[in-house]
């Protein structure tokens, strides 16, 4: 463990590919330990792989947000080999109505979305909670979108006012709540919890219709993971600055 006594650790979920995978990079550039969270073991192992290939200081680790039995494991692998963590970007999460109008989602479309995008996120952050607690600059990234805005929702010059899946813009606007009641929480500690809009960003979630890079999109992402003492908690960003809730 004494190797990584003064390297801060940080960990992504879903960073085999996309958004995550390159905000992975963008820490590890920095000189963070790169944790390369991902459900599928090869696909996470490639990942790491390949950026460790770049010279960059990552390892893959296993961990499926919707599936519990992940969860433990991955904090128990965090804790003997690094003893704390002082980075989690939840950053998985899928897309499945992207075509679907509120009227007509299904249930277990929405019950899916929910899963991944809210309930999983949860359930990781509350079980690796106690492994942040004993970094001395905690930072918890929640990967939200602009999407989960309703401020930006129910504003017609909106550039994204006509885009309304429910599923996926409602499990975002879950996932920005628990931001705000976390960061209450911890607002007397070091840690600082924030949600992040990437913009509309080129991965296979829009089969590569944004017009963002990965690069772009990762950077608010890696800012708010690097935030200084005196830096926001209970925010919500993009590169351009505050999101409206
Ligand atoms: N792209 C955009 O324009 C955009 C805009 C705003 C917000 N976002 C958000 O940015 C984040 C990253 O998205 P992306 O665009 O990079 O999409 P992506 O390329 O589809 O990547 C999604 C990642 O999440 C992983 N994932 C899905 N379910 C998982 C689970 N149960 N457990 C662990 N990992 C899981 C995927 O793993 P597999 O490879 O195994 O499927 C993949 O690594 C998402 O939260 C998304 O909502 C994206």
Redesign the pocket.
């Known amino acids: 463990m004494s190797e990584h006594l003064n390297k801060r650790i940080a960990l992504v979920?879903?960073?085999?590919?996309?958004?995550?995978y390159e905000v992975v990079r963008q820490l590890a550039s920095q000189g963070i330990k790169g944790l390369v969270?991902?459900?599928?073991e090869q696909?996470g192992k490639d990942a790491a792989a390949r950026l460790r290939g770049e010279g960059l200081d990552v390892q893959f680790l296993h961990?499926?947000?919707?599936d519990e039995t992940t969860h433990e494991p991955a904090r128990r692998f965090i804790e003997s080999n690094f003893g704390k963590l002082d980075i989690l970007i939840n950053?998985?999460?899928?897309?499945l109505d992207l075509t679907q109008k509120p009227s007509e989602v299904d249930l277990q479309t929405l019950r899916k979305t929910f899963d991944?995008?809210f309930f999983?996120i949860v359930s990781v952050t509350q079980t690796l909670l106690p492994l942040i607690r004993k970094s001395d600059a905690g930072r918890i990234v929640n990967?939200?979108?602009?999407?989960g805005s309703l401020t930006q929702h129910t504003d017609p010059a909106w550039e994204f006012y006509q885009f309304k899946p429910l599923a996926y813009n409602a499990s975002k606007t879950a996932l920005n709540a628990f931001t705000v009641m976390l960061a209450h929480e911890l607002k007397d500690t070091p840690i600082k919890v924030n949600s992040a809009?990437?913009?509309?960003?080129a991965?296979?979630?829009?089969a590569h219709s944004?017009y963002k890079t990965v690069a772009q999109?990762a950077l608010v992402l890696t800012q708010l993971a690097t935030l200084p003492a005196d830096g926001a908690t209970g925010g919500y960003f993009n590169d351009q600055g505050v999101v409206p809730w």
């Open positions: 979920t879903g960073a085999n590919k996309g958004i995550g969270g991902a459900r599928d696909r961990l499926d947000v919707n950053n998985a999460g899928i897309a991944t995008n999983g990967v939200s979108s602009g999407l809009d990437p913009g509309y960003t991965t296979d979630m829009n944004g999109g």
